[in-house]
């Protein structure tokens, strides 16, 4: 059975209630408290320092976790910590006008299970929250779910958040766009949500405050509205892994703040949208496995900023002239393999601006080893398998 709760759990427990006053009981429990808990908490103290300034002006503040000590078997008799009378473990902590001064470190991937609790929709002052990557594998299931209260229940109180990530929670119904949640709240959210599904509606436009917008490994399907591209104030975006299908819109060229775009992992057919090289504060273009026809757009070389570019597993073709990417003095990943290219690499060629760190170039039709590697100096990882490489592999 898997622990009632581990230290990566607890701190990501104290993240929750910390602004929620718990009454301490006035019974002692019955079972002393459990020595991992007890470390978590003494972790949990020796993260912060006392502050007076943190304190309120009331006469009842004081720093309640100076008197938790090391040596003290029974951290239920401590000052603020509430124990199940039954079990020892640790349900509350009251930390309220404790002087704490700090910050509580990210703990991820906690393996919580069970319905959100609705108390969290109580942390008015609460800015970011991420209950995200709690499943099991073998077989693989969302241990979190949000049912009674859902999503818009759960955060209508919530007018400070500004970041959500409930990846792989399981959820009762779809959040739609139209809600009166997304009109309030979510306009100002930076979000990385996945328990959503179905088609994309047109009406994503609404949150047009929207700078980070992550919906990769979900069950999406349709078409990508073109009404995505009026959030221009979008610098990430994350559609990989789905199951959308069409064109790519061209429209997605208005995002001209964007940073990172991945798109790999869907059933995009078409042509790459030379559009896309408008996106000039591009650092990172992902397109792999998808059914994408014709070739890389000539243009390429307006994204002077890009750093990895991917459009492995398409059905992509043509020559393809090496410099096109050498001229991006930022390319440090470069992903060709599994199309249908005739790569073409000049032997006089000066284009030597970019140092690739990784290049994928299997099904390339290369016929002799490229001439731009011999100027290639912090390569990791080189593929050239599947080709039609011949002679003396040179020094």
């Not at 609790?117 to 929250?129: G, V």
């Not at 959820?171 to 979510?186: G, R, Y």
């Not at 080893?369 to 050239?384: E, G």
């Amino acid at each position: 059975m898997r622990p009632s709760l581990s230290f990566s759990c607890f701190l990501l427990i104290v993240a929750l209630v910390q602004f929620i006053a718990f009454s301490s009981s006035s019974e002692q429990p019955s079972v002393l408290c459990h020595s991992d808990e007890r470390l978590a908490l003494m972790q949990f103290k020796e993260s912060f320092i006392i502050d007076k300034h943190a304190c309120s002006s009331t006469s009842s503040s004081y720093p309640k976790v100076d008197s938790w000590d090391s040596q003290g078997v029974d951290c239920c008799s401590w000052d603020g910590v509430e124990c199940d009378q039954m079990t020892g473990v640790v349900i509350g902590l009251d930390l309220s006008s404790g002087c704490l001064y700090g910050s509580i470190n990210s703990s991820q991937h906690s393996v919580f299970s069970g319905q959100i609790p609705s108390e969290i929709s109580k942390l008015y002052r609460l800015s970011s929250l991420d209950l995200s990557n709690n499943q099991e594998f073998n077989p693989f299931r969302r241990l979190l779910e949000l049912k009674e209260p859902d999503l818009n229940n759960l955060i209508q109180n919530l007018t400070n958040l500004e970041k959500l990530h409930l990846s792989y929670v399981d959820m009762a119904s779809p959040v739609t766009c139209q809600s009166s949640v997304s009109a309030t709240i979510l306009k100002r959210w930076r979000c990385g949500i996945q328990a959503f599904s179905g088609e994309l509606p047109a009406s994503i436009e609404n949150l047009d405050s929207m700078e980070f917008l992550g919906l990769g490994h979900c069950n999406f399907t349709g078409l990508v509205p073109s009404t995505l591209g009026n959030l221009t104030n979008l610098k990430f975006l994350d559609l990989a892994t789905n199951y959308f299908r069409g064109s790519v819109p061209p429209t997605l060229a208005n995002l001209t703040k964007l940073d990172y775009l991945d798109l790999g992992s869907n059933y995009f057919t078409g042509f790459i949208p030379p559009e896309l090289t408008n996106l000039t504060q591009l650092t990172h273009l992902d397109l792999q496995h998808n059914m994408l026809q014709g070739s890389v757009p000539s243009s390429l070389p307006r994204l002077e900023k890009l750093e990895f570019f991917d459009c492995d597993a398409n059905r992509l073709g043509g020559i393809l002239e090496m410099d096109t990417f050498l001229e991006l003095k930022n390319l440090q990943n470069l992903f060709l393999s599994k199309n249908d290219f005739y790569l073409v690499s000049r032997n006089n060629s000066n284009a030597t601006g970019a140092q690739l760190v990784d290049i994928g170039l299997r099904y390339c039709h290369l016929t002799e080893f490229p001439y731009f590697l011999r100027n290639q100096h912090r390569l990791q990882l080189l593929d050239l398998s599947s080709n039609n490489i011949k002679g003396q592999i040179p020094q």
